[in-house]
């Protein structure tokens, strides 16, 4: 891969809010009264584009292995948003999988997601990020701080470990098969779920429902925002809007989701679209209210975030 930056100028865009909301969406399967937020984007000519996943009755999954691996930390999640090493633990958590392990196979594609942009040429993400630091603008501080993460995390990965959609699809694929009910959420919002069929979709979205997973919530999130509008499978959930897709993320972070600052989540939002905070000391959560729901959409979002929070509510 080229280096963007030798191609195409950089600008400082002020993003409208349905945009942004758009783009929250576009990594998660793999996340707004600000009236506008502020990014750095590509732009060819155009508007900013931002980089952005039974048969008859329920699949049946097997049971999830809760067996902790030789050699893994007991809360693999935790340490993938700790980690400062991320290629040697995507190889330990792909060892595990392989021996049938669902929760690490779900944790290796969530590192394959965050680092795939950086492997796909580190040299020029390197060179992307030194153009950015010579535009001296303080409004870029914000990105060259998360693509100095992503980097300094994802270092050792290069085009040849293959970090691309396929590779993710793979790898959840096998997760979602394997037992784990957030890969099987991601696949739902990649397009690719177990079975294409509305009572299977329902009952996938009512089984994260009734998880309270908070990855499961932010893995089934691109599903249930413009792409479940008209589908009568999800009648009368929280989906089919840019705003449902919001509830559902800002859901994850309220059951525990990992959402601040440094979090993987906001980290990839701004290395990789471009999608930063004003304030680094701001949240997900925070970010959202300030920047994508309007004064007088605040109420029904609260609504819909604590109905998702209640397990049981809109469940049949």
Partial sequence: MLSLLARKPWYLLVLPAAVLMAALGVRSGSFLHGDTAEVVAASNGAAAEVTAPLLAAATVVPEQSTAVAAGLPLDLRASFENGSDLYAYAHQL??????????????????????????????????????LQRMDLNAISAMLAARGRVRQGCAGFTAADGLGRARVLQQ???????????????????????NETPRYRRELVERVQSSLDPEAFLAISGAMGTAAAGDDAYKGMVAGTQFSQLAWQVAACQLGLACGPESALMVAYCANGGICSRDPRQDFESFVYDAAVPRQGVEKMNEMVSSLRNAQRGVR
């Avoid at 944790?107 to 040299?123: H, T, W």
């Avoid at 991601?186 to 779920?193: I, N, Q, R, V, W």
């Fill in 172 to 194: 959840r694929r096998a997760s979602a098969k394997a037992g784990n009910l957030a890969a099987e959420a991601a696949l739902l919002s990649m397009g690719e779920p177990l």
């Fill in 94 to 131: 792909q060892a595990a999988a392989d021996a049938g392990n669902a929760e690490a196979g779900w944790v290796a594609s969530r590192i394959y997601d965050y680092c795939g942009v950086f492997a796909m040429d580190p040299s020029g993400y390197a060179l992307d990020s030194a153009a």
